[in-house]
C-alpha cells in the first residue's frame, strides 16, 4: 500500500505469512478465540510492555 511507514509494510508481511501458514491474525481488542486453534494476536500487552505478537494454541500461549 501507499504511504506506509516500514513498520507498516513489515506487519503486513508477518501478518500475510501467518495466515498462509494457518494462523488467524487478530487485533487484541478484537481477540475471537472462537475463531480457530491458531491465533496470532498483534501488541498483546505483557508485565514489561506489548510484543509484536503472541501465538495462542488453543486458547494458550506458546
Known amino acids: 500500500m501507499p504511504n506506509q511507514n516500514p513498520e507498516q509494510i513489515a506487519r503486513d508481511k508477518i501478518d500475510a505469512m501467518l495466515a498462509?501458514?494457518?494462523w488467524k491474525v487478530q487485533?487484541?481488542?478484537a481477540l475471537n478465540?472462537?475463531?480457530g486453534l491458531g491465533i496470532a494476536v498483534?501488541?498483546?500487552p505483557t508485565d514489561i510492555g506489548p510484543v509484536d505478537y503472541?501465538?495462542?494454541v488453543d486458547r494458550k500461549p506458546v
Do not use: C, H, M
Request: glycine share 6%; net charge positive.
Open 54 to 56: 503472541v501465538l495462542f
Open 42 to 44: 498483534r501488541e498483546y
Open 33 to 35: 478465540f472462537n475463531a
Open 27 to 29: 487485533n487484541r481488542k
Open 20 to 22: 498462509q501458514s494457518g
